[in-house]
């Protein structure tokens, strides 16, 4: 079955740096664009990033641009999430997703807080 296990979040201070990544299994991983998504506290889910299935078209949400990276390895089936320069707006869960397919895991915290 389909799973996404997302990992690498934690406690960081404003100017930091944290490397999201997720671990797809159970579904066609190279022909599906993947997306990071994160929720904040008494907001709605938002979408940040997005990559093509052959990484060919990038797509970030204006707050994360010039300071998140996404990338993804096809044959190790992981998406990851580069990012620097971090705010305390950017604290959320932090979740992966692909396209077309209604599964989310557990997402991973991100805290951002002197």
């Known amino acids: 079955q389909v799973q996404l296990v997302e990992s690498g979040g934690g406690l960081v201070q404003p100017g930091g740096s944290l490397r999201l990544s997720c671990a797809a299994s159970?579904?066609?991983?190279?022909?599906?664009?993947m997306s990071w998504y994160r929720q904040a506290p008494g907001k709605e889910r938002e979408l940040v990033a997005s990559?093509?299935?052959?990484?060919?078209?990038?797509n970030y949400f204006d707050s994360v641009k010039g300071r998140f990276t996404i990338s993804r390895d096809n044959a190790k089936k992981t998406v990851s999430l580069q990012m620097n320069s971090l705010k305390p707006e950017d604290t959320a869960i932090y979740y992966c997703?692909?396209?077309?397919?209604?599964?989310w895991g557990q997402g991973t915290q991100v805290t951002v807080s002197s």
């Open positions: 997703k692909a396209r077309l397919i209604e599964y």
């Open positions: 990559i093509s299935s052959s990484a060919s078209t990038i």
């Open positions: 159970g579904f066609s991983f190279s022909g599906r664009t």
